[in-house]
């Protein structure tokens, strides 16, 4: 992770104190180890700037997850369904956002844990699986020699955590004074994990489906397509970070 940060240095034209990055790792190449890595980097004085407006109207400010607040900026982009109640459940690297969305507007979101690395280190644990090949595994768990054991670790270990996750975020919100989920969205890198639609559409009665940015922006040419078509999700916090 450090070297990651390190190379994001060289890309992004700013001090480092000037802003925040964040990343999702693409692929790795065993061969040669490589990785191909997205990053996504905003300016900490973008967001000074809105604060000063906001408290220069007499409104009370409080603290929010900068992504929280990417993320709604790119669901209104894509104009989700603005009737009833989704929940949008980002699979981040480290962390996972629950985010609740009332008629089209944000309302609620509550942060979890079981984001990729929760994942990782379930399968290295449980599934024996080496750390140096886990991320490739989890790209394509078909692909590896032992699929079987993977698979039933995140079955019936990652996804019961991560929907159980989901369900404690749901009551919060119902506890506030929401209302239960009609349809479920995931975003983030984690949302190509295996078996995650099958099993969150089991633990909850309303359907579940994949935000796909790359269907409402023009990408370019540079960024290979079979990385989107295979990941679409990968790119949620990256374009999120561009519109604002």
Known sequence: E?????????????DPEEYSVDFDIVSIDQTSATADVIF??????????????????????????????????????????????TLVTHIGRNT????????????????????????SSMLTSLGKVRDDEVESVKMDIDAYEDSVTAKNVITNSYLPDLTGEMEHAVISYMLMGGRPPERIYFSGGGAS???????????????SSLINPGSVINVSSAVAKQILDSRPAIMNIAVAMALR
């Open 40 to 85: 996504a980097a905003n300016r900490h004085d973008t967001i000074s700037d809105y604060l000063s407006i906001v408290k220069a109207g007499g409104i009370e400010v409080g603290t929010m997850d900068l992504e929280v607040l990417a993320l709604c900026d790119l669901y209104a982009y894509m104009k989700l369904p603005d009737s009833g109640t």
């Open 2 to 14: 450090k070297n990651i940060f390190y190379f994001a240095e060289q890309y992004i034209n700013m």
């Open 193 to 207: 994990i295996y078996g995650l639609f099958d099993v969150t559409n089991e633990r909850f009665s309303v359907g």
């Open 96 to 119: 996972v956002l629950h985010i609740f969305l009332e008629n089209g507007k944000f309302r609620y979101y509550e942060a979890g844990t079981c984001g990729g690395e929760y994942c």
